[in-house]
């Protein structure tokens, strides 16, 4: 389940189950979006992104979902893996070409073989 | 292709010692990055260079930070003097139009400062 924790909300989820990392982003201006994955002692790294102009995009065991009405970003990975453990951030960027991500909250993910 | 380096990773100095972090960006990507990452929160941009200028410093604090990249490849920051609340870890980043703009991040700088 979800549970907010003293910095970090965490998801704990067993192995092979689906799991969704929720957002909540705060400028409207905003056109593009990112989730990134962040394992201890490590810089983020990329996973998915996708424009103000669509509402859901897939890749590999990841879908990212975007509601513009509500402000709201939603990551879910499927049949989460051990290795899939982390710290997962969204950002948000006024356009892709500038640059200027703002980080949201991080949120744990904790995949439990 | 190597990716972004940062060194050195680790660094612990006492209160109001002068600190430097270096960031070799992936090879012709012209834009540079340096954020801040404090415990359990997301990285927050500190300076952005386009090539050798620095386009975006607002979040940089001048009075005690600074950064340069001198030939548009290499960057170093730099704080002087440190204080207790600029423990954190420090990432540099880098992107390039060629890639789609998307910024590729090193595995940053943990700074305690004591």
């Known amino acids: 389940g979800e549970s907010v924790g003293l910095h970090l909300p965490t998801l704990s989820v067993q192995e092979g189950d689906n799991s969704i990392i929720n957002c909540a982003y705060s400028?409207?201006?905003?056109?593009?979006f990112i989730w990134y994955k962040q394992e201890s002692g490590k810089g983020p790294q990329f996973i998915i992104d996708?424009?103000?102009?669509?509402d859901k995009r897939q890749g590999q065991r990841v879908t990212v979902l975007l509601n513009k009405t509500v402000k709201h970003l939603s990551l879910q990975i499927a049949a989460t893996q051990p290795g899939d453990s982390a710290v997962y951030f969204c950002?948000?960027?006024?356009?892709?070409?500038?640059?200027?991500?703002?980080f949201g909250k991080g949120t744990m993910l904790l995949v439990s073989p | 292709e190597a990716g972004v380096v940062q060194s050195p990773r680790y660094k612990i100095i006492e209160k109001k010692q002068p600190v430097a972090f270096w960031c070799n960006p992936i090879s012709g990507h012209n834009t540079l990055y340096w954020y801040r990452q404090n415990l359990g929160q997301g990285p927050e941009l500190l300076i952005r260079y386009e090539n050798e200028e620095a386009v975006d410093d607002s979040q940089l604090p001048k009075d005690r930070f600074s950064a340069e990249r001198l030939k548009g490849v290499d960057s170093t920051l730099k704080i002087q003097p440190a204080e207790l609340g600029d423990s954190a870890v420090y990432l540099c980043a880098s992107s390039s139009r060629d890639y789609n703009y998307e910024q590729y991040f090193g595995p940053g700088t943990r700074l305690t400062v004591t």
């Open positions: 400028n409207s201006a905003s056109d593009y």
């Open positions: 950002a948000e960027n006024p356009s892709r070409r500038y640059s200027t991500l703002t």
């Open positions: 996708i424009r103000s102009n669509m």
